[in-house]
């Protein structure tokens, strides 16, 4: 059976957006000058409707009376190439985190740098990039550049607002004492109580997990670029498991191929330490500026509960 989730976060998010939009576009018209398009990062847990919601956006955006042409863009779309991801793999053979696409250090942040400062410079003709996850088996492989949308055409209006989305977007590097108090942290609540412990993070070496943070502090050049960030988080992150366990089976019984729920497990454990890193420093409010950040919590049925601005 098909999983139906009702649109209940646009209602809440469309209003705080359209403001952000015109404070935007009021400051760069103070200062005489043209505004740059107007970038919304959006987080959200796996499976707890973004989909739904960023379809809702674009609409409303690019629709009467807003009529403000849209792009979205996702973070799974920078994933490395194929062969990229294989010799990162096999330069840490021995680190779980990085054996397949996921986790920060697999995206190609360069690319995804470049494409957003020619939206920033309004060039013509750019192709946004995009991956296909069915290739080599389902380890993915970034599609021919040929198949990529193109924007910015000539006799198109330009892009005035990109929509940034994705599992990880958003997401800032700890220090280096805050990672390690949170592994310790880990490690302490399994061995205090194996049982009420659910995480992964304690089954990890420290030094994979720095990996990993070393490298999400490459992503702040993209992060850096948000105007605005949505954040729809969930009353308990291991929801995860059971929403990527319904949208599998519900994929299975669609196209009668798909995950084991074995498999969907062991890909939700992949990156399920990210949440458990970085999901108190969204919760915090990733900018310096109150205001400008929009949390959504939403229960086990993907329904808001509350709704913060920070």
């Given at each position: 059976m098909a999983i139906e989730i009702v649109d209940d976060k646009s209602?809440?998010?469309?209003?705080?957006?359209?403001?952000?939009?015109?404070?935007?576009?009021?400051?760069?018209?103070?200062?005489?000058?043209?505004?740059p398009p107007f970038f919304l990062g959006l987080n959200g847990i796996q499976g707890a409707g973004k989909t739904t919601l960023v379809s809702a956006l674009y609409n409303t955006l690019t629709s009467p009376?807003?009529?403000?042409?849209?792009?979205?863009?996702?973070?799974?779309?920078?994933?490395?190439?194929?062969?990229?991801?294989?010799?990162?793999?096999?330069s840490q053979p021995n680190n779980p985190l990085i054996q397949h696409r996921g986790q920060p250090s697999t995206h190609d942040i360069a690319l995804g740098k470049?494409?957003?400062?020619?939206?920033?410079?309004?060039?013509?003709?750019?192709?946004?990039?995009s991956y296909d996850k069915s290739l080599h088996d389902g380890q993915g492989d970034r599609a021919d550049p040929e198949t990529w949308e193109v924007i910015n055409k000539d006799g198109e209006p330009p892009i005035e607002v990109v929509i940034f989305e994705g599992w990880c977007v958003g997401f800032r590097s700890l220090s280096d004492k805050e990672l390690v108090q949170k592994w310790e942290g880990a490690k302490a609540a399994r061995i205090f109580d194996k049982e009420a412990y659910h995480g992964r993070l304690a089954s990890l070496e420290l030094e994979h997990v720095s990996f990993v943070n070393e490298a999400l502090r490459q992503y702040d050049a993209l992060t850096d670029y948000f105007g605005a960030l949505v954040h729809i988080d969930a009353v308990d992150t291991l929801f995860v498991y059971e929403w990527r366990l319904q949208?599998?089976?519900?994929?299975?019984?669609?196209?009668?191929k798909g995950m084991t729920d074995k498999q969907v497990i062991e890909f939700v454990n992949g990156y399920y330490?990210?949440?458990?890193?970085?999901?108190?420093?969204?919760?915090?409010?990733?900018?310096?500026?109150?205001g400008k950040q929009l949390r959504l919590i939403v229960d086990k049925q993907r329904k808001v509960e509350q709704v913060e601005l920070q």
């Open positions: 209602e809440h998010c469309i209003p705080f957006i359209l403001d952000k939009i015109k404070a935007h576009c009021d400051y760069y018209k103070k200062e005489g000058k043209d505004a009376p807003h009529n403000l042409p849209t792009v979205v863009f996702s973070i799974d779309d920078l994933y490395l190439t194929h062969s990229a991801q294989r010799k990162l793999a096999e470049q494409i957003f400062s020619q939206l920033v410079a309004r060039e013509p003709n750019i192709r946004i990039p949208q599998e089976r519900a994929l299975r019984e669609q196209k009668g330490p990210a949440y458990e890193l970085y999901t108190d420093v969204l919760r915090k409010g990733i900018f310096s500026q109150t």
